[in-house]
């Protein structure tokens, strides 16, 4: 029997629940990359201020985002569409091959089917326009978090996926070019020298001439301006 004096113990191993709901979920990683300053600064700071998402790292052009990818291994990347060095797809296509487990949004002011396409099929989880508001965003990265597929709302992507089967039954000429093909026609109607297309897509002059030359053959254009003028009625400029 115990002395009066003396106080009873009692011991509570403790509940798995109740040690979990103080323990704080780990934030989930974020790389931003974009060559303007004023969007990469703006996007860092909207992004740092959604609950549980932590930006670890910016890059301010395609291969340093190629370097930190490697290096840190973010849970989620948004690549800027636009980058002039390297393009957004080649970099979420150089992450693939290194097997890197970061998911790769990208954003644009671009929203025509033949980019919105192109991007999905390079491995990117989510397209995310310029114009979106914060609780899109909020949205897009959340839904990216858990392991979803995001298009911004504003592209409607079941119009996009009757259009492209309808251009199948039409035979646009628009889609019967390949990825690389639309990536050097896209260039050249922004103003930019084959010296600098091969450049920013790590191949050879030689090579972006090939592009060309075919590109230009399956639309049956035959000159800059000819494209200049295709993409203008197409809306494929940015």
Do not use: W
């Not at 290194?98 to 002011?109: E, G, I, L, M, Y």
């Not at 079941?158 to 039409?170: K, L, M, S």
């Not at 450049?199 to 035959?222: N, Q």
């Amino acid at each position: 029997m115990s002395s009066p004096t003396q106080s009873a113990v009692s011991y509570f191993p403790a509940s798995s629940s109740v040690v979990s709901a103080h323990v704080k979920p780990s934030p989930t990683r974020l790389l931003i990359a974009s060559e303007q300053t004023l969007l990469l600064e703006g996007l860092a700071s909207l992004c740092g201020s959604i609950p549980y998402f932590d930006v670890v790292a910016q890059a301010g052009s395609g291969r340093e985002a190629v370097e930190k990818l490697s290096l840190l291994k973010p849970d989620i990347a948004l690549i800027d569409l636009e980058l002039t060095d390297m393009l957004a797809l080649e970099v979420i296509k150089r992450t693939v091959q290194a097997q890197v487990p970061t998911r790769c949004a990208v954003f644009s002011a671009r929203r025509d089917r033949k980019t919105v396409t192109d991007a999905l099929r390079s491995g990117a989880c989510a397209f995310i326009l310029k114009n979106a508001t914060r609780q899109q965003l909020d949205e897009a990265l959340r839904n990216l978090m858990e392991g979803g597929i995001y298009v911004s709302p504003q592209i409607e992507l079941a119009t996009i996926v009757y259009e492209g089967q309808q251009h199948q039954r039409t035979v646009d000429p628009i889609d019967s070019l390949s990825s690389r093909e639309f990536q050097v026609f896209s260039l050249l109607v922004d103003g930019i020298r084959a010296k600098e297309i091969a450049a920013r897509l790590t191949l050879s002059p030689k090579t972006v001439d090939t592009y060309r030359a075919s590109l230009m053959r399956k639309l049956e254009i035959h000159d800059v301006a000819g494209l200049v003028k295709f993409a203008m009625q197409r809306n494929l400029t940015a």
